[in-house]
């Protein structure tokens, strides 16, 4: 049973940093691409990052220029790190991976984590 668990969410100022990490587990080969979604209050899921097996980065351009998506040699830990964050940051952050190059392209994520928390405030 594939698991994902995100941590390394909370509460920093405008400008600030935090790191995430997204632990993967339950499965022998690690996941073809894996990314970051987020969530905020009253607005529509939207995708972050990717990073594909060749661990080659893509960002939305809100976030460009400013986070940074990476693996460590597993492949099955993943993290954000976040730098010069923006009230507009705040949201519900999420985890997700998928093992074929298809659905990693297309954005569409077999699984999915429980989500960690960040509120950037002014």
């Known amino acids: 049973q594939v698991q994902l668990v995100e941590s390394g969410g909370g509460s920093v100022q405008a400008g600030g940093s935090l790191r995430l990490s997204c632990a993967a587990s339950?499965?022998?080969?690690?996941?073809?691409?894996m990314a970051w979604f987020r969530q905020a209050t009253g607005k529509e899921r939207e995708w972050v990052a990717r990073?594909?097996?060749?661990?080659?980065?893509n960002y939305a351009d809100s976030v460009k220029g400013r986070f940074t998506i990476s693996q460590d040699n597993s492949k099955k830990n993943l993290y954000l790190q976040m730098n010069s964050l923006e009230s507009e940051d705040t949201a519900m952050y999420y985890c997700?991976?998928?093992?074929?190059?298809?659905?990693?392209?297309?954005?569409?994520?077999?699984?999915w984590g429980q989500g960690t928390q960040v509120t950037v405030s002014s």
């Open positions: 990073i594909d097996n060749n661990r080659r980065p």
């Open positions: 339950g499965t022998t080969y690690s996941p073809y691409c």
């Open positions: 997700a991976a998928t093992w074929t190059t298809v659905n990693c392209w297309n954005s569409v994520f077999d699984y």
